[in-house]
């Protein structure tokens, strides 16, 4: 493919300005020259249950069950929840708990399989053909095949796909931005599978119902924008590769959508709301496997890179497979890492143990040394409002820090603490180095824990309620069920009282009235002979 002019590539075209706003140092030369490369089937897998928002999946297989290759092992439960399949032949050896891939490292419902080796296939999913099929059925089809969204967020895909019912939608953006340091798993997926993301951009296009699609890509990607433009006209829906600048949080869906349409959304909606979908390019291509393959989504490109790791590299890994698998592919560490990470340096999660497993969202395994992860000292803040000048959505991070410090969650709340990202420009922008993103973390879990609580609480209330008003409604059944029966048995009586007199009525001797005239007359010829004498 002869590549246009990097000058062609990066000259300005439109687009909007967004607020606020970091340029970390981007450090994806560790790993962008790394073509993707299959890792060998591991030695174990650890499927979690929940990988998705949402309500995790209800287990479908039982201890030495043998499962084939794409098989469902986890049924989705509920509107908002996703399939979970097994990404290669095996046993499996335990549905229990084991350790999330999560700073907590919480115990959470896993199905652990022994693969066999021989990977093979199970019936897959029926293909379809999208030109023909249906809206429904392609939604369907995506959710048969587990599919969420690729860029860390984890949202079932199927969901998306089904606000064409809810939304007027005219547009679909494909986030390209990829603006976290060290990740290029969707940088080398454009270049290496562009056709088949483009295939998958027109499937979900078709189902959205949408007008134009747009594909955006942040300026550091040469390469990306001209494999993605090569087939930015393959599509019976009019669509466009838009550049847009190199500077984090540009993969922030709301802040994409406003760099492309100049149009804001409003705090706690949805870009559905504009008539725009959102979709990431790993997405795209998973849909592209589902749909024309009958592939559930059992496998990722995941970026292995920081200082600490032997062997950057890009790496398509099944999921399930443990870190220390990955990471010793890779060649292992050279060092014991300062920080090991899930994601990128900004948003990702910390890890303490290495045999937590891939999951669907992992985008990234990163090792990063001390020299990557300088310890400056926390000072006191000195209100100098950096904080705020980074903030893409306009908060105010600082007062938001005092108000959680002293307890006032309420008053953080009324001043935008809900409408916080926790993308980290905060904390990457102030000199004071204060753990800004980790407060509003810490605040974001008390309020829920205390919802949680309250929702506990209202729920039992309800329940009380709703037993008293049955015991109520039961007594007062009871009640007019007595009532009725002293009435039934009272006329019953009087019944019985009206036959018994009707009866007794019955049963009385002839009146014998007619026979004392003659004696009457008797008695006076009586007398009247009496007189004559």
């Not at 079932?156 to 007027?168: G, H, I, Q, S």
């Not at 603006?179 to 088949?196: H, Q, V």
């Not at 466009?240 to 190199?246: A, F, K, L, M, S």
Request: proline share 8%; glycine share 8%.
């Amino acid at each position: 493919m002869t590549l246009p002019s990097i000058a062609s590539l990066l000259r300005p075209s439109q687009y909007f300005t967004v607020r606020g706003g970091v340029h970390p140092e981007t450090r994806k030369n560790l790993s962008s020259e790394s073509a993707i490369e299959d890792m060998p089937i591991p030695s174990l897998l650890r499927i979690p249950l929940q990988q998705h928002i949402g309500a995790e999946a209800e287990p479908m297989v039982k201890r030495d069950d043998h499962v084939l290759k794409g098989q469902l092992i986890g049924k989705a439960r509920g509107p908002v929840s996703a399939n979970i399949h097994a990404p290669t032949s095996g046993r499996v050896i335990a549905v229990g708990h084991f350790a999330a891939p999560h700073p907590s490292a919480l115990p959470v419902p896993t199905i652990t399989i022994r693969p066999d080796g021989e990977d093979t296939w199970g019936p897959r999913l029926p293909r379809l053909r999208p030109e023909n099929a249906t809206p429904e059925e392609i939604a369907a089809q995506v959710a048969e095949a587990g599919i969420v969204g690729m860029g860390g967020a984890t949202f079932p895909a199927a969901v998306k796909l089904n606000l064409r019912a809810r939304y007027d939608l005219h547009t679909l953006v494909i986030n390209g931005a990829e603006c976290e340091p060290y990740l290029t798993c969707d940088d080398r997926l454009m270049r290496e599978r562009a056709e088949d993301i483009y295939d998958g951009i027109g499937i979900m296009a078709r189902a959205l119902g949408v007008r134009q699609i747009v594909v955006a890509i942040e300026s550091n990607k040469p390469q990306a924008i001209a494999a993605m433009q090569q087939f930015d006209r393959a599509l019976g829906i009019p669509s466009r590769v838009q550049v847009v600048p190199t500077q984090y949080p540009m993969g922030s869906e709301k802040h994409l959508v406003k760099t492309i349409t100049g149009r804001e959304t409003p705090a706690r909606a949805l870009t559905a709301d504009l008539g725009v979908v959102v979709h990431n390019a790993g997405t795209a291509h998973a849909v592209h496997l589902a749909v024309r393959y009958g592939e559930p989504l059992i496998s990722r490109v995941v970026t292995v890179s920081g200082r600490g790791v032997k062997r950057p590299a890009n790496v398509r890994v099944l999921i399930g497979t443990p870190v220390a698998e990955v990471l010793e592919h890779c060649g292992g560490l050279v060092e014991d890492p300062d920080r090991l990470l899930l994601g990128g340096p900004m948003m990702g999660q910390p890890i303490q143990n290495r045999r937590v497993p891939v999951v669907k969202g992992t985008s990234g395994i990163l090792a990063l040394t001390a020299a990557e992860t300088p310890d400056r000292d926390t000072m006191p803040c000195i209100r100098c409002g950096r904080c705020a000048q980074g903030c893409p959505v306009g908060l105010t991070p600082f007062e938001l820090n005092a108000r959680i410090q002293s307890g006032d969650l309420e008053g953080a709340v009324k001043i935008g603490l809900l409408d916080c990202l926790t993308c980290g420009c905060c904390s990457f922008a102030c000199p004071s180095n204060i753990p800004l993103v980790q407060t509003i973390h810490y605040a974001k879990g008390k309020l829920a824990e205390e919802e949680g609580r309250r929702h506990q609480q209202e729920e039992a209330k309800r329940l009380a309620a709703a037993r008293k008003a049955r015991e109520e409604a039961a007594a007062e059944a009871k009640r007019q069920m007595m009532a009725k029966r002293k009435a039934e048995m009272a006329a019953k009586k009087k019944r019985e009282a009206e036959a018994a007199a009707r009866a007794a009525s019955a049963e009385t001797p002839p009146d014998q009235a007619p026979t004392s005239q003659p004696q009457t007359a008797q008695a006076e010829s009586t007398r009247d002979g009496g007189a004559t004498q």
